[in-house]
């Protein structure tokens, strides 16, 4: 789950890392009101998941309130790359003596965790890794040891960091890492970093991704869901918890597993045909889960045909076949099924779906993944 | 021959008595699998179908002599499951769980590196392992899985996807070629094992005579594979990535198959195998013909 700029901010302040004040606004009216909270100059800043909304005119600073409800105004509705703005941050702004950046995330080829911290901040760090890569210090941290305060310092000044950032810098990292950590962040990342003409340093941005899989401690992620840009399609498939993609083509795409999953698309696309989702019901998928996949499939107009494509391991056949059926009776789908149902007892789903008595031109199943590849593509092509 | 587990693994289900449990521990069972324990804590001296089950893993291998374990517990309790094997000393564990923190896994991939180096860990979220006719732990169905035959020549299969583990399966299957083991590494993160530990193991194994490989877009692991095979691997190679249609920036199901910054694609991976000298398949199918005419010609 990725979070906004401000979910990041309001998430590193609860690991006690600096930020400036403010707060969200959905309204002109609301922005006002941070702003005179904050005190003036502020920065009003579009929030949306999509980089270059500076150069957007997503990022304006305003030095009074007639200033703030022009910004505001032009900002909320605003449309980025595609992406609507519905909520601004409003917070005091800083002056800024130097720039840094420093980031904290999973190195899987090492399978450590990666501190990246560099001098050069404000920018892309891909471009500062692609033009000046020595400015950048890595430091692999064993999951098992953590991060001291001293290893912190030791990264700080070999990043030549200026000795009036050294102190500010060490404690912000040592608490990102603890945010990182503790908070099950997949990235934690802070650029710029800054150091203020006063000598404190202190965030400027958040860029936070939290691990889904961690959910379950952390009751205090309710507060960021609700608000990430999906399709109706894709709000449907987060209500039933499917793994669900939005897509532009004409096959609706049922499958088991995330490699079966993007398999069925590759072969889908080879055979001359689009896939219009990508849809993973799981492992040990049962006959409701396949009945809401249906479900979510048969909401999207583009889709011409529908392929399910299931080979139990864990997911059992049978409970594929109930779903079909049971989701056939429940609603009334608009695109014929083609199957392909193998593994785990695929002999008694496949009983099943010939028992339902099922017409031919609603349901067919195929013998392998190709030939019902080709099948799904012929029937969304006629 | 075959790899990691054979006709000789006694299996641990931790987990034994729960639904996922219960239910893939007794069809590991009735394939032959040696299972001859169950762990529960505060369930010990219950049965599951006539399996014993205690209530510590030490405990278990005092009285069974197992040597492998099963790991089939809920998310919160997995790494700590996965630790209490390593800890009585068990040298393989299997974890199909699927939803653990990557916080978790890595840290305890590195306790298991640092204070369990005798315990290799497969998965977690994998499918598991079969070395069809000896032992079979896991999730996979075992009758999709031919037999090895005497004088080969056999195929080893190390994937990444559960259920394109059981489709490489299925193809060999149809083309009645033998596997001598075939080694679902799971598509999270960290991985206990991962491609070249797999790689390394079937090309020193005497019973497997060429390896399929199935990848799948994200990360790094099959580039790395690529370098290994181009120094290590003499064995003929098939494989297929996963993920060629997949659209950037969009995480495909599995924690590790997202396409970011332009890294990690499936055209890249398939690049760095051809060049390493693996046959590439655009579709697992295309993947088991080629595989075929390699067996064909050993």
Known sequence: MDLFEYQGKQYFARYDIPVSKGGPADTVDEAVTEANNAGYPVVVKAQVQVGGRGKAGGIKLADNEAEVREHAGNILGM?????????????????????????????RAEKKHLMMLSREGGVEIEVVAEENPDAIVKRHIDPVDGLSADAAR???????????????????????????TEGDCDLAEINPLILKPTGEVHALDAKVTLDGN???????????????????????????DLQYIGLDGTVGIIANGAGLAMSTLDVVNQVGGSAANFLDIGGGANADVMAGALEVINSDEKVKSIFINIFGGITRGEEVAKGIVEAMS???????????????????????LLDAGIPQDKLRSEPTMLDAARAAVSLASS | MAIFVD???????????????KYHGLRNRDYGTQVVGGVTPGKGGQDVDGIPIFNSVAEAVEATGANASFAAVPPKFASGAILEAAEAGIGFVV???EGIPAQDEATTFNRLVREFPNTRLLGPNCPGIISPGKCNIGITAGEIAELPSADGPNVGIVSRSGTLTYQALYELKQRGIGVSTCVGIGGD???GTNFIDCLSEFQNDPETHAIMMLGEIGGS????AADFIQANVTKPMSTYIAGVTAPAGKKMGHAGAIVSGGKGTAQGKMDALAAAGVRVGLNPTEAGELMAEIVAAL
């Open chain 1, 154 to 180: 030791e990264a700080v000044l070999a990043a030549n960091l200026p000795e009036a950032a050294v102190d500010g810098a060490t404690d912000i990292i040592v608490k990102l890492y603890r945010c990182y």
């Open chain 2, 189 to 191: 993160p960290v991985p």
């Open chain 1, 214 to 240: 961690a959910e379950f401690r952390h009751p205090e992620w309710e507060d960021f869901k609700g608000l990430a840009v999906m399709d109706d399609r894709e709000k449907m498939a987060a209500e039933k």
């Open chain 2, 221 to 224: 692991a099959e580039e790395e």
């Open chain 1, 79 to 107: 449309d980025i790359k595609g992406h609507v703005v519905k909520r601004v941050w409003v917070e005091q702004a800083s002056d800024i003596e130097e720039e840094y950046y420093v980031s904290f995330t999973l190195d």
């Open chain 2, 95 to 97: 974890c199909i769980t």
């Open chain 1, 330 to 352: 429940r609603v009334d789908l608009n695109a014929p099924i083609v199957i392909r149902l193998d593994g785990t007892n695929a002999e008694e789903g496949r009983q099943i």
């Open chain 2, 7 to 21: 006709e000789n693994t006694k299996v641990l289900v931790q987990g034994l008595t729960g639904g996922q449990g």
